[in-house]
């Protein structure tokens, strides 16, 4: 190297040195002087704060946390160290040199439609803003502006975000709460504008009108989110609805005075004005059961004092729905079948006011084992009805309407409800735990999936019995039948029997010892395996339907009949085989009303 470059080479060393130390010093400097902040992090609770932690925490759910630190100026101060930790409850920041900050935090709980994010470089900068023209910042989000001092010491502190938002809800005063279903869209407009953004130190900005805003929910939860205002607004709500005859109708309501506060419920109500809402006819659509009062029977909670009721669980074979007028003046609906039934026509009569029946009820779907209880628009105020003439009835206001005030009647043309319909006797069932709790070697509880498949026999074997095919195939064991004389039965007499016995207490008997059934009169238990491989589907086809769980049905059900094992109708190759294969036969040509064992498995317990 020559002596110039040596020369050259040197300043450059001296020159580059000179510009950086004191920097590099004072930079250094900080970065010894670095500490470490631990920020616990919760959002408020609130009205409008409805999202709660899966784990069961306190306090809603945090789904994304956005945190920003500004130094004393206002400036945003970069950072390279910081994460969250435990579902964003937990923010470390470390490498922050000591001194004087504010921790800004916003937190959304509920994203919006349209809402975008900014990298603030000051506080003063938008950090929230909502990219829709005509439409609120309709989401949840909670924010808090923290000062804090850093120092060798660090940091360690608990924060509590606050809601940014306002939540507007549409309350409806329904005077027929089956009118929920006509409702098919709600939209709020306001004659003035809200706030379009949320600043980084906390403030609101900008200008955004909301016009037509469609909040309409299936659950009837008319809400929606909107920045808060300094001023009230007006506005109007637009419902459009459909009529009974299937026309479209628009309504107008309008509204003023309405606050918007961060974190609160601004509250619109109003009284639906629909056409129909005198009428007092209730029509339950599938969509709305979960309106009502509404319950499941035989679900595997129900206890015991409840199935063995016998004024709380009973049903006649040929009569599985059961409506009537409850003494609180509700119409109460129970359904004894594992096979959901579609529209069912209620008609009523109000014995002490007119003769004349009134379409009453309209149940678009009655769903397995239902027991619900609908609420009667008369008791409440006045209401029109229309008449089996044609011409409309009003009926006053009946606020203590009894049972016996009312009669219902009810037709359905359901699959489901012809078969039962051409069940010829009229078998009282219910369920009993017989000797279950004093000591007999015998009886055992019954559970609510046995009430299910009892409920499911009971109907399938009464249908059975009445159906063309089983009354021909018995013409055929004329004089081959015989009872504990060994004298041939009377196959008409026979029928007659069945038609007229008075109806099965259905029982469990222990699994898993000798006896698989007992039955005599009334009495009839099954074990579990009897009550559940009866069905055809538990037979493979080709197989004997002759098995040892439909043995079991009809042998106990011949005792029923009044049989002993001294006749065939018990024993042997007589009742039991006819009964076992008629069973299998309607079962594979689905015509019997539960025809497959998944039809009650399938269900929810």
């Known amino acids: 190297m020559n002596n110039l470059n040596k020369i050259l080479l040197g300043l450059s060393v001296i020159t580059l040195a000179g510009c950086a130390s004191d920097d590099f010093l004072q930079e250094a400097d900080m970065m010894d002087r670095a500490g470490k902040a631990v920020f616990n992090i919760t959002a408020e609770g609130s009205q409008i704060g409805v999202i709660t932690r899966a784990d069961g925490d306190e306090g809603p759910v945090i789904s994304e946390l956005k945190w920003l630190i500004a130094d004393k100026n206002g400036k945003i101060v970069p950072h390279h160290y910081g994460h969250t930790a435990s579902q964003n409850t937990k923010l470390t920041i470390e490498g922050l040199g000591y001194g004087d900050y504010s921790l800004l935090c916003l937190a959304t709980l509920n994203d919006g439609d349209g809402i975008s994010f900014t990298d603030p470089e000051h506080i003063d900068d938008a950090w929230l803003i909502n990219e829709k023209e005509d439409q609120p910042v309709d989401g949840l989000y909670c924010y808090k502006k923290f000062p804090f001092t850093l120092g060798a010491e660090g940091i360690v502190s608990d924060i509590i975000l606050e809601h940014i938002a306002a939540m507007v809800s549409v309350d409806l005063e329904m005077p027929n709460i089956t009118l929920w279903r006509h409702i098919k869209r709600v939209s709020v407009s306001f004659n003035e504008d809200v706030p379009a953004a949320f600043d980084a130190c906390g403030t609101y900005s900008g200008t955004h009108s909301v016009e037509s805003y469609d909040i309409y929910d299936p659950s009837g939860a008319f809400t929606f989110t909107t920045l808060p205002s300094d001023k009230p607004v007006s506005g109007y709500v637009e419902i459009q ?5 299937g026309d479209d109708i628009v309504q107008t309501y309008e509204f003023s005075d309405l606050k918007l506060e961060a ?24 969509s709305e059961l979960w309106r009502f009062e509404t319950d499941t029977m035989f679900l595997a909670s129900e206890p015991r004092e409840v199935f063995y009721d016998n004024s709380l669980r009973w049903f006649y074979a040929d009569q599985p729905l059961q409506i009537t007028t409850t003494d609180d003046g509700r119409l109460g609906v129970k359904f004894y079948s594992p096979i959901p039934i579609k529209n069912v026509k209620v008609r009523g009569c109000f014995n002490k006011i007119s003769p004349e029946w009134v379409d009453l009820a309209e149940l678009e779907e009655v769903t397995p084992f239902m027991e619900a209880y609908f609420p009667l628009p008369i008791t409440d105020h006045a209401c029109t009805f229309t008449g089996e003439s044609g011409r409309k009835l009003t009926i006053p206001a009946l606020p203590d309407l009894k049972g016996e005030d009312l009669t219902v009647a009810f037709e359905c043309d359901d699959p489901f409800m012809k078969k039962v319909a051409t069940i010829d006797s009229h078998w009282f069932i219910r369920f009993s735990k017989f000797g279950a709790d004093s000591g007999h070697p015998s009886w055992d509880h019954m559970t609510p999936i046995l009430c299910r498949h009892g409920v499911a026999l009971a109907i399938n074997m009464a249908f059975m019995f009445a159906s063309p095919e089983f009354k021909e195939e018995l013409k055929n064991w004329e004089g081959k039948l015989y009872d504990n004389s060994q004298n041939p039965i009377d196959i008409e007499q026979l029928i007659i029997r069945i038609r007229n016995h008075g109806g099965l207490n259905l029982g469990k008997i222990k699994d898993g010892i000798a006896v698989a059934g007992l039955g005599g009169g009334q009495t009839y238990g099954l074990n579990t395996s009897c009550y559940t491989g009866v069905y055809h589907d538990k037979t493979a086809v080709g197989a004997n339907p002759h098995n040892f769980p439909r043995e079991a049905m009809f ?18 190759a007589g009742w039991t085989v006819i009964c076992a294969q008629m069973f299998v036969q309607l079962g594979r040509d689905g015509k019997l009303p539960v025809p497959n064992s998944t039809d009650v498995t399938g269900l929810p317990m």
């Open 241 to 245: 609805s459909s009529r009974d005859n």
């Open 555 to 572: 042998h106990e059900y011949g005792h029923c009949l009044g049989y002993g094992h001294s006749s065939n109708m018990t024993y042997g």
């Open 263 to 286: 974190g609160k419920i601004a509250r619109i109500n109003l009284s639906y004005r629909h056409p129909e809402r005198e009428s007092g006819k209730i029509h339950i659509a599938s």
